[in-house]
């Protein structure tokens, strides 16, 4: 049975951090990540008031962009936010269609279709508002065979550092405000048109001091999967308090990379100085009672820290970086899917422990 898609996602495109120093972002993303820096715009390029540095790894893109001045929408963002994710962009065929659709569900408009062109080509796309201040942006490519997008200059990528394996983005989790998950999962549904693919309630990820609650909307592909969490009751502060906090409002949390070798890719990343949430070694004790068999060897699983975590369709490693900036705001993780689709719920209990243990670290809890 083939049911029409009104609005047809191929996948995501790229997603833009607004940062406070792109150059020294770039610098990080590359030698400690493992991204390659590919395209370029700013000065050199005529644009004055900001500067964004296109990062590829696989088939993952990021933009990091910064103003240049002081009186810029990408200032102020920074300035309440702290860096973080300002665009999700996602790959359509057709965006002017996309936009034509979202705006008849009620999306709020905030750059209508637009096609820019340069010497290799045309690109659409068109953007509208999400929680917080991010966005959703619709990118229409096919007829553009430039680096990333007209206005930005190649840049020589024969010294780029290694790659660390990462190969696609595989989940974006948004925290967004107490009583606020229903309303943005409601959105997902009716506006971009997603199922709800997963609920979890405090009762399955909650510990004796915080809580949370998370609803998962993928695309009809189930290619695209965006879960949303909000704080839940709990004794004291929740991650996910601690988060609305330090970000000033709803955001993204975190975005989930996937690697085709887990081991070898945490084992880079650690060499490159990326911090790691640590659970307890008792973790390890129990695992090959609580998942049975697994491909991977598990005394290398608790060198690196890595998670595992199965359901009736398989099983997944994962780990979750700490925050990437001084605000505990935005994080990776990283994922290696063995047939599961499941986000690991079963290392819930685990991690929050390790989270709050960092949490009172911060004096946040
Ligand atoms: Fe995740």
């Known amino acids: 049975m083939s049911v029409h898609d009104p609005l047809p996602i191929r996948g995501y495109d790229h997603v833009e951090f607004y940062v406070g120093n792109a150059r ?17 715009l700013g000065l050199e390029t005529g644009v004055r008031d900001r500067a964004s540095y296109v990062m590829q790894q696989g088939q993952i893109r990021f933009v990091l962009t910064s103003a240049l001045v002081p009186d810029h929408e990408i200032a102020r963002h920074c300035a309440l936010h702290g ?21 008849g569900r009620g999306a ?20 509208i508002a999400y929680a917080g201040d991010t966005v959703f942006k619709f990118v229409q490519r096919s007829e553009y065979r430039g680096v990333f997008a007209p206005g930005y200059a190649a840049l020589d990528v024969s010294a780029a550092a290694p790659s660390a394996g990462l190969v696609a983005i595989d989940h974006i989790v948004t925290n967004v405000p107490l009583r606020q998950m229903e309303f943005w999962a409601g959105w997902y549904r009716d506006v971009l048109g997603f199922t709800q693919l997963a609920h979890f309630t405090d009762a399955d990820i909650s510990t004796k001091y915080s809580a949370l609650m998370s609803k998962v909307m993928e695309n009809g592909t189930g290619k695209c999967k965006f879960p949303i969490n909000e704080p839940a009751e709990g004794l004291r502060k929740s991650q996910i308090d601690e988060y609305l906090e330090s ?15 887990i081991c070898a890719t945490v084992r880079r990343l650690r060499e490159r100085n990326i911090d790691f949430l640590r659970v307890p070694d008792t973790y390890y004790e129990a695992l090959r009672d ?12 608790a060198e690196l820290g890595i998670l ?21 705001t935005l994080f990776y993780e990283v ?17 929050f422990v390790s989270l709050e243990r960092e949490q009172a670290r911060r004096g946040n809890l």
């Not at 020294?24 to 370029?40: L, S």
């Not at 970000?247 to 690697?259: D, E, L």
Request: hydrophobic share 40%; proline share 3%; charged share 25%.
């Open 24 to 40: 020294q972002a770039a610098h990080f993303y590359e030698k400690a990540f493992g991204f390659t820096p590919v395209a370029r």
């Open 335 to 351: 994922i290696e899917r063995h047939g599961s689709r499941g986000f690991g719920v079963g290392n819930f209990k685990a991690l």
């Open 108 to 127: 709020t408009i905030l750059q209508p279709a637009q096609t820019v062109a340069d010497e290799h080509g045309e690109l659409t796309t068109g953007v």
């Open 247 to 261: 970000y000033c409002g709803a955001g993204v949390q975190h975005v989930a990379m996937t690697t085709g070798d």
């Open 308 to 328: 595992v975590d199965r359901d009736d369709d398989g099983y997944l490693l994962q780990i979750f970086s700490q925050p990437v900036q001084d605000r505990p």
């Open 83 to 103: 860096d973080g994710v300002k665009v999700i962009a996602l790959e359509v065929g057709d965006a002017r269609a996309a936009m034509d659709v979202v705006r």
């Open 290 to 301: 609580r998942v049975g068999a697994i491909d991977e060897d598990i005394d290398e699983l």
